[in-house]
């Protein structure tokens, strides 16, 4: 059918493109082309895509639409990280999910892509399968949020991929209740602190993020309410 998109140039080499949407509203979106004819292709491109989304021939995929995978890690990364209590997510993102994934349109990403690159990491990186776990849902919480976000619309080709199946530890040691006495004798003077993690079953987190406000000696109770600086516990 015919266009009325259109595309010109706004600065010496910025070239913008202006299309009618699939509510029959004007857009103008400025591009990454370099001629104005190739301005011109995109626009006609992104007219004859939002003539098919309305007319249910196409899959409305959100602004990710011919995006990459890198695009959208970033995005979560400028949105999240810095709101995240743990940066596991963002280190795994950042030293293995965008360089070896981050190039790839998002519409071309299936499942099998995903266990090819835990695979690699797998063999190359010689992660363990609840590191490889944890890296998965680092990829998942992308997808998940993206779709949440409007920003990729398409499929989240984690969610057919298994976790790996992770072994399990071995019990960790355990006072003994005649160890305990000994134990916060050579505690020294952080013998109150030992003490109260110990009988209380409090974490780390929990025992540095107490206040006096938390402790009611006449009513003999302990608000275990923060971690670290959280205001949460984990």
Known sequence: GSFVASAFEKRSGEFHAKFKDRYGAWRTVRTAERSLRAARDFA????????????????????????????????WLDTFAEKQRSQSFTIYLRKY??????????????DHHIEEFLGALEDEADLSPKTLNDVRAALHRVFVLGRARGKWRGENPVETVERRKVPKAPPRPVLRVHEVTPFLDAAGEWRCLMATALWMALRRGEIFALKKSHVNLAERTLVVAHSHEAETTK
């Open 44 to 75: 006609q491109e992104k007219e004859r895509s939002e003539r098919r989304i309305r007319e249910g021939i196409e899959r409305d995929q959100g602004e990710g639409a011919g995006k990459t995978f890198g695009w959208l890690a970033q995005w």
């Open 97 to 110: 999910a965008i360089p070896r994934l981050g190039h790839e349109p998002l519409a071309s990403i299936r």
